[in-house]
Nanobody
Framework: QAQLVESGGGLVQPGGSLRLSCAAS????????MGWYRQAPGKECELVGY????????QYVDSVKGRFTISRDNAKNTAYLQMNSLKPEDTAVYYC???????????????????WGQGTQVTVSS
């Protein structure tokens, strides 16, 4: 069973930073691109960005460009989301997702299913 476990969420003041981790097991991590999604209350689950499996190239949505960085360590089967200059509108549950294909801008996030993490809450508030 493909399993992803996120960690690193929490409460942070505006302008602060957090680093989320996503530990993978049960599948060949290095063969999958890794995406990060987030879902705020009452909103759709939206893509934050993703990193490719091979070249390590990254893509981000405009709202987080220049502030968020996705990376991966294939030796540790772990992906990361470094979030800097956090804003209140970044408040959401964040999910990591492994996919061999593409990452749509919006998709149904299915926590704790195959290739999805359980989610970790990020709250940005003073």
């Amino acid at each position: 069973q493909a399993q992803l476990v996120e960690s690193g969420g929490g409460l942070v003041q505006p302008g602060g930073s957090l680093r989320l981790s996503c530990a993978a097991s049960g599948f060949t991590f290095s063969s999958y691109a890794m995406g990060w999604y987030r879902q705020a209350p009452g909103k759709e689950c939206e893509l934050v960005g993703y990193i490719s499996s091979t070249t390590g190239s990254t893509q981000y949505v405009d709202s987080v460009k220049g502030r968020f960085t996705i990376s991966r360590d294939n030796a540790k089967n772990t992906a990361y989301l470094q979030m800097n200059s956090l804003k209140p509108e970044d408040t959401a549950v964040y999910y990591c997702n492994a996919d061999a294909g593409v990452f749509p801008l919006f998709r149904k996030c299915v926590p704790m299913s195959d290739y999805w993490g359980q989610g970790t809450q990020v709250t940005v508030s003073s």
